[in-house]
């Protein structure tokens, strides 16, 4: 089956731009994940999804970045005014973990969409 | 502060050898470890996750021991292959009752020598 997807997977910006991000999660996955990764760093959490609504977006640096996801499906990552420092590849994950089960933790990542702000 | 801990940047080892990978972390609350694998321009792949509830977990030349009350897990490759040079990545969660989300190590540059 198809794994989860992302787009685009490079996007060149120049500062002060908005820029959208989109996340196709594996199919009948309710929980998703935004992540980013600077260079020689791991990813860092910034939000999750569990359906239509944000749990946990303790980790989105400040209200220039937002997502969502509408349906429950597909999600897009927005960033507004962009800077230098945001520049990173930013990966998406999904995975089947609810919060009424102690099922698997494994969160499945798609490729990334490396952002470059000039 | 980094709440989990990859000290070594890198790791060579000869092909056939045991490949060791260290992670430490300082959250009490971490309930569950995982590593993942990462190939430079592929997103991690998921290779094995352990509860806090045990302290072995092996899939198949795969092994994970987590030492709780050193707040240290390590990552055992045997035999190490080609195949397996990547970068590897620990990260833990405190998944039961709380916030779903991942926390990740720096990774470790896993080289295996033919």
Known sequence: GAGVSQT????????????????????????????????????????YFQGTGAADDSGLPNDRFFAVRPEGSVSTLKIQRTERGDSAVYLCASSTHSLADEGSYEQFFGPGTRLTVL | DQQVKQNSPSLSVQEGRISILNCDYTNSMFDYFLWY???????PTF???ISSIKDK???????VFLNKS???LSLHIVPSQPGDSAVYFCAASA?????????????TKLTVNP
Do not use: M
């Open chain 2, 57 to 63: 977990n092996e899939d198949g030349r795969f092994t």
């Open chain 2, 47 to 49: 290779l094995i996750s």
């Open chain 2, 70 to 72: 050193a707040k240290h």
């Open chain 1, 8 to 47: 685009p997977s490079n996007k060149v910006t120049e500062k002060g731009k908005y820029v959208e991000l989109r996340c196709d999660p594996i199919s009948g996955h309710t929980a998703l994940y935004w992540y980013r990764q600077s260079l020689g760093q791991g990813p860092e959490f910034l939000i």
């Open chain 2, 37 to 43: 694998k990462k190939y430079p321009a592929e997103g």
């Open chain 2, 95 to 107: 998944g039961a009752g709380g916030s779903e989300k991942l926390v990740f190590g720096k990774g």
